[in-house]
């Protein structure tokens, strides 16, 4: 199994973004390119060509799914791994984010020390 190394993450609150940088970073040991919006992301992703992608739900302008959508046409990323991030998780919410394509859904507020271990998790499971 291949074994994450870059993860591009999208949020637009500038605190959340910075712990889940931090985390990610600091804990998980992972290369993380932090995008403000989903236009940012859209702009970066080509460019750093993450193992996979945490993307906030709820975002002014562009939204996750959306954003999900028009990833997954720039070429590259067709088959890119999602997680979505929200703080609304409820069980029919989860089953549309994944039909949208997403691997799972992490709830905010996150543990940011347990963080990385839920991503890892959560791919070990996608790739067994």
């Known amino acids: 199994m291949i074994a994450i190394k870059k993860i591009l ?9 910075e712990v889940a940088r931090l985390a990610l970073e600091a804990v998980g040991g992972f290369a ?15 460019g750093f060509k993450p193992d996979i992608v945490l993307l906030d739900v709820m975002m002014p302008g ?5 954003t999900l959508r ?26 549309r984010f994944k039909e949208l394509g997403a691997l799972d859904v992490i709830t ?13 998790a959560i791919w070990t499971r996608a790739h067994d």
């Open 9 to 17: 993450h999208v949020e637009d609150e500038p605190d959340i973004r």
């Open 32 to 46: 993380v390119e932090s995008c403000a919006s989903g236009e940012d992301a859209l702009a970066k992703a080509p």
């Open 62 to 66: 562009m939204d996750g799914p959306t």
């Open 70 to 95: 028009r990833l997954r046409a720039l070429p590259g990323f067709e088959r890119t791994p999602v997680i979505f991030m929200t703080a609304k998780a409820m069980p029919q919410e989860i089953e």
């Open 108 to 120: 905010k507020p996150f543990d940011p020390m347990g963080l990385a271990d839920q991503v890892r």
